[in-house]
Structures are given as C-alpha cells and as structure tokens.
C-alpha cells in the first residue's frame, strides 16, 4: 500500500538516507470519501495525505457560502501540504468517490526530522503545486472564458493521461456546471454558453462526469496550455548525483 506514496514523492526527488525504506515500513490509514464530502477541513496540520483514488477539489468558503475551487487534485497528488508547517487555509473536498491514504502526524513530523531529502521532495512538491496556481491566477486575470475552460480541460486530461487514467481522449471528470464555475470565476450562465461553444467548435465536451477531447491540438492553442506549469519540479543536479551513485541494477 505504502507503494504509491513512495512513487508520489519520488517524481520531486531524489529520496536518500533510507527515507524509501522508512516510507515503505509505515503504517498508512486508509479512508474512503463520497462525492461532496469533506477531505480536509480547514485548520488541519499536514499528515501526508495522499489521494489513491478518484478527485477532489482544493477550495476556499466565503462567509456568504460562496466558494473559489482553485485546485483539482488527481491520484498520486499529496493533498495537504500547505499544512506542512502550519495551519491550512482551505479546505478539500471530495468532486467523486475517492480514497485518501495518511501517515500518523507525530510519525510524519518525526521522518521530517530524520531525512532532510524528504522534507526538500516535499517543498519541491509546494513549489510545483504554486506553480500550477499560478497559472489558474493567470486565469483568472488574463484569459478570456473559453481560454481560461480550454486551459482547465487540458490540465484534467493531460494530468490523468500522465497517470495512465485517459483512454481514447477521455478521462473523468465529474463535475458539474457550478464547480466548473466556482473554479473559472465565471457564472454558471456563462459556462453553459462556454461549455456548448466548445462541444459546438469539436473541441471538447462533458457528459455523464466524463470530459471528451476532440480535439487536443486546438484545445491547447485556444487554451495556451503548457504542460510544464504540471510537471513535478524536481533539482537536476541532485538527481544526476544520484543516479551516480546509485548500485548498479538499483531501482527507483
């Protein structure tokens, strides 16, 4: 079970001082969510929780109920990091059936402590996921409502076909018209117009929690996607280091 958390943590590597074999002898828990539920509350320190299954939405609940999703979590993604070294700021629901896996806190802090190339995978980790919310704030800001659903549809297909979860230019996407909305800034007026633009064009559409691509180059364009604002950010040198050092036939 412990697998998939170590590869997760592997793409922001390399893991060294024996962090792969602590991680593997750990006891993670196992908990399943319903679409809609409550992940992660606001306020919740960090204990490495990984999304193993499905998606969920990172979000931020005004007073008067109204929300910015600005975040779409995949499995293999750690979901609570901004609880690292403090108290997190949003919350994370679950947008389908999913299952999150996590470390004991005290265990978590514990192996910060001991294994520093755990703890710099892990701001490695910060600093990717920032990097793709910066793009969402470029979004926001800048690209008009068909760029900015273009860009989002791209980040959810190629992200899922990374994980070998798209099949024949589809991928999950269970979401409705008002999440689309609450993550793109935009009514839900305009996203059905935007939604049935793009289905109109042949670019993409939605049905049945099940997002089609049809046509992945003009979708990009339209889009300006750059898949390199999602790649784990990883430090070159280290990598090439230990790739050196590593004994011959050793794995990941």
Known sequence: ?????????????????????????????????EAGELVVPVGERSSLRLLARGLAVKQSVLKDGARQIFGVAAPGDLIDLAGLFVATDYEVRALA?????????????AMLQDHASLLAALCRAVLTEARAQRNAMVSLGRRSAAARTANL???????????????????????????????????????HRVLRGLRDDGLAVIKNGVLQILDWERLVALGDFDPEAFRPQIDEDESAAARRSAPLGAGA
């Open 1 to 33: 079970m412990n697998r998939l958390l170590i590869a997760s943590l592997d793409r922001f590597g390399p893991l060294r001082e024996g962090v792969r074999e602590r991680l593997s002898e750990c006891a993670l828990t196992s908990q399943t969510f």
């Open 153 to 191: 549809f791209c980040e959810i297909y190629w992200r899922q076909k990374t994980l070998g979860l798209a099949k024949d230019a589809r991928c999950a996407f269970p979401a409705v018209q008002g999440d689309i909305a609450d993550a793109l800034g935009l009514s839900v007026v305009h996203i």
């Open 97 to 109: 059936p999913c299952e999150v896996r996590k470390l004991g806190a005290r265990e978590f802090r």
